[in-house]
């Protein structure tokens, strides 16, 4: 609902990716519901889009069609698609990612939260991009010096 009514807010029609042949912990309740919700959307120019898993070089290519990636959850331990958009220079807004810059943590309660989060994302894209690509390199070097440590292998000089 938040994308809907961002996209009416700067009046452009609704393009929302999913993945559909990966529904995962019971996802096809909110799969049927999407599919139903933009059926009725489709005479206002709204298009759901869905995209059956694709190989990482096109899923990269796929991340440049996009204004703002969305990932709000509830639960994520990484989250590699979101880490995708972000190195792709794509401003992210999701909920429950460790390394996520906090202006691009939405309310996943909240639809209005999310909203803002993509207006100041829309309106900043650089920062949030930088925010959440120095929010990605931090976690990334404490979990490989968390790894090292682990495996007491010594960090390779740059």
């Known amino acids: 609902m938040a994308a809907l009514r961002f996209a009416n807010h ?16 019971g996802g096809n309740p ?3 519901n999407l599919m139903s919700m933009f059926l009725n959307l489709a005479v206002k120019g709204h298009v759901l889009v ?8 096109d899923f990269k290519k796929l991340c440049h069609t996009l204004d ?18 972000v190195s792709e220079g794509i401003p992210l807004i999701g909920h429950d990612i460790p390394w996520l810059g906090k202006d ?3 309310g996943v309660d ?3 939260d999310i909203y ?12 949030n991009v930088n925010d959440n690509q ?23 000089l740059n």
């Open 134 to 156: 120095i929010g990605l390199k931090t976690y990334s070097e404490k979990a490989q010096d968390a790894w090292l440590l682990y495996f007491k292998i010594k960090k390779p």
């Open 104 to 106: 691009s943590v939405g």
């Open 116 to 127: 803002k989060k993509m207006v100041c994302a829309y309106t900043h894209p650089e920062k």
């Open 68 to 85: 703002i990636g969305l990932q709000v959850s509830y639960t994520e331990t990484f989250n590699i698609v979101g880490a995708d958009i």
């Open 30 to 32: 909110v799969l049927h």
């Open 10 to 25: 700067i009046n452009k029609k609704l393009h929302f990716h999913i993945n559909y042949d990966r529904v995962e912990m």
């Open 50 to 57: 869905k995209h059956e898993w694709e190989n990482h070089v």
């Open 110 to 112: 909240s639809s209005e």
